[in-house]
């Protein structure tokens, strides 16, 4: 599935789950007068009973028809794979495919790396050079850093655990072990 794909799952998944069109949530937020995200995310959430991923995207989805910048690039992931980190694109491209196949989850772009979600943040995907992508991963504080499970504290003290991908080979059963367990905690 590709991301255009997923966020209108996502956007249907909301609208059936709320009973509301996205012209329902826009004009709720409109009525609110708020304008930053994380007021119109907290809004959404205490006062409609939207779950965090659902106000997050309602709201986005709201700042984006009224700032819609056809420059801006529709994959979040294309703006961290421009330039000398492009070859890395088919392989990061593979990784999501290897993650997407676990389920529903949300990517928020972050500087530098993308942040996925479920109700809480379980990986994130970051290219650091250009022959590696890291992979942030927050699993149960008593699964031991080994071989390629490597500790994060070093790397980003929001993750447990990290891995370093350099090739399609490193995309194997182990690794989807370790990426289903970070989605499983995060559901």
Do not use: C
């Not at 590709?2 to 789950?17: C, F, G, K, M, Y």
């Not at 007021?39 to 700032?67: E, F, I």
């Not at 196949?101 to 530098?112: E, M, S, V």
């Not at 995309?171 to 989807?176: A, H, M, N, S, T």
């Amino acid at each position: 599935m590709d991301v255009d794909a997923a966020l209108q799952s996502q956007i249907r998944n909301i609208e059936t789950t709320y009973g509301k069109p996205l012209d329902h949530w826009f004009a709720v937020i409109d009525a609110s007068g708020l304008t930053k995200h994380n007021q119109v995310v907290a809004m959404l959430k205490s006062d409609h009973g939207l779950a965090h991923g659902a106000a997050h995207r309602v709201s986005l989805l709201a700042r984006q028809r009224d700032h819609a910048d056809p420059a801006a690039p529709s994959d979040p992931a294309d703006a961290l794979y421009a330039g000398p980190k492009a070859r890395l694109r088919p392989l990061h491209d593979a990784l999501l495919g290897e993650i997407r196949a676990l389920g529903a989850f949300d990517i928020a772009p972050k500087k530098g790396y993308l942040s996925l979600r479920r109700r809480k943040q379980f990986a994130m995907v970051q290219p650091s050079t250009t022959s590696r992508i890291d992979l942030g991963l927050i699993l149960p504080t008593t699964t031991p850093a080994a071989g390629r499970l490597e500790s994060a504290a070093r790397f980003n003290p929001l993750f447990t655990h990290r891995v370093r991908i350099t090739a399609a080979t490193d995309l194997d059963g182990e690794l989807r072990g370790w990426l289903a367990t970070a989605y499983a905690l995060a559901g």
